[in-house]
C-alpha cells in the first residue's frame, strides 16, 4: 500500500478535502516562489534593518555591513560574511535574527524583531542558496 492509501484512511474527511482542493486550485510549484530575495526579503531588509545598515548608520559604523544591495549583504561584515549558502543554522545573519546569540547582539538592534514569518522567509531563502533571485 502507498502513503496516499494510508493518509486518505487516517485523514478526517474536511482535512482530506482541503489537501485536495489546494492541490487542485493551486497552480503547479506555487510554493516554490517564497524565498525570492527581490519580492520578499529586500522588502523585510528596507523595514527593519537599513535604517541601521548602511552608511552612515549604527550597524554599518560598528559592522561595516551595508544592506542596501545583494552584493552588500553576500559580503557581509568587516569580520567576514554572515550567510552561508544553503545553511541557515551557520549564517550569522540567520543566528543574530532568531535570537541565538547573546541577547545584546539580537538584530534588529534598535527596532521591532522581526516577525515569526519573516524570520522563516529569510531562513528559507538562505536554506534555498540566498540567491539573487
Known amino acids: 500500500m502507498n502513503i496516499f492509501y494510508h493518509y486518505v484512511r487516517l485523514a478526517s474527511p474536511s482535512v482530506f478535502a482541503v489537501t485536495l482542493l489546494a492541490g487542485i486550485l493551486l497552480p503547479q510549484g506555487a510554493g516554490a516562489e517564497h524565498g525570492s530575495f527581490e519580492r520578499e526579503v529586500m522588502p523585510i531588509i528596507k523595514d527593519k534593518c537599513l535604517a541601521c545598515h548602511q552608511p552612515g548608520g ?62 522563516h522567509i529569510i531562513r528559507l531563502w538562505v536554506t534555498r542558496g540566498a540567491k539573487d533571485n
Do not use: C, Q
Not at 532568531?98 to 539580537?106: I, N, Q, S, V
Open 58 to 119: 549604527d550597524g554599518y559604523e560598528a559592522s561595516g555591513l551595508d544592506l542596501r544591495t545583494y552584493d552588500g549583504l553576500m559580503k557581509g561584515t568587516k569580520h567576514g560574511p554572515i550567510v552561508v549558502p544553503g545553511d541557515a543554522f551557520t549564517s550569522n545573519l540567520n543566528v543574530l535574527i532568531e535570537g541565538r546569540a547573546a541577547r545584546h547582539l539580537r538584530m534588529p538592534f534598535h527596532g521591532k524583531e522581526l516577525s515569526k514569518w519573516e524570520r
